[in-house]
């Protein structure tokens, strides 16, 4: 139920099919292709009768960074009976191939939800090892990060990526669209 697509093959199909941003509010401000309508992966779920009634009025691509969270929207969709087209590569193929982006006005490119987390899960490993020194047993900090990136791996999931996407920086700034104005966007 899901079909790629590569940016070449989209790139003329804008404007005729609906484009399902999945990232956070945060990242689509910093740039997204245009037209893309911003519905994060973690709202995905309440917005299945309106991407259900609009997949039945026009093709709907799905789109993130590079393409994992997008494949897993497109799952969701396609478990919930929504046929879907997965632009691989995501929005960084998109740049990559000399496409312009949109912005919002003020918005500055925020990282990749993956790149924050590994940020964050790399800095408390090193701070566990570090701290052990000072204090032993801190190392099973360090530990715990790994459970955690490896259950992240196995369920195809990641709780530290939900969590940093409820940070300030990852929330709609003023004047990005809001998953309210992208849902009436695809109602029409």
């Known amino acids: 139920m899901t079909t790629p697509l590569t940016v070449d093959q ?20 910093g740039g997204h292709i245009p ?16 991407l259900r009634a609009a997949a039945g009025r026009s093709e709907l691509a799905v789109v993130c960074a ?22 691989t590569g995501g929005t960084n193929a998109w740049t990559d191939a000399g496409h312009p982006v949109d912005r919002v006005a003020g918005a500055r490119p925020a990282w990749a939800m993956d ?14 090892l570090l701290a052990d020194r000072a204090r032993p ?29 409820k940070l300030p920086y990852n929330r709609p700034r003023p004047g990005t669209p809001t998953l309210d104005d992208a849902l009436a966007a695809l109602g029409r």
């Open 10 to 29: 989209l790139r003329p199909r804008l404007g005729r099919l609906m484009l399902i941003d999945v990232r956070s509010p945060g990242e689509y401000a």
């Open 35 to 50: 037209g893309a309508l911003n519905i994060p992966l973690d709202q995905l779920d309440g917005a299945l009768d309106v």
């Open 66 to 87: 590079a393409g994992q969270r997008a494949r897993t929207a497109c799952e969701r969709l396609a478990a919930a009976g929504i046929t879907t087209l997965l632009v």
């Open 115 to 128: 790149r924050q987390v590994r940020l964050v899960a790399g800095s408390i490993v090193l701070l566990g």
């Open 137 to 165: 047993g801190a190392r099973w900090l360090s530990a715990a990060v790994g459970g955690g990136l490896v259950s992240s791996a196995l369920t195809n999931s990641c709780a530290l990526g939900t969590a940093l996407g």
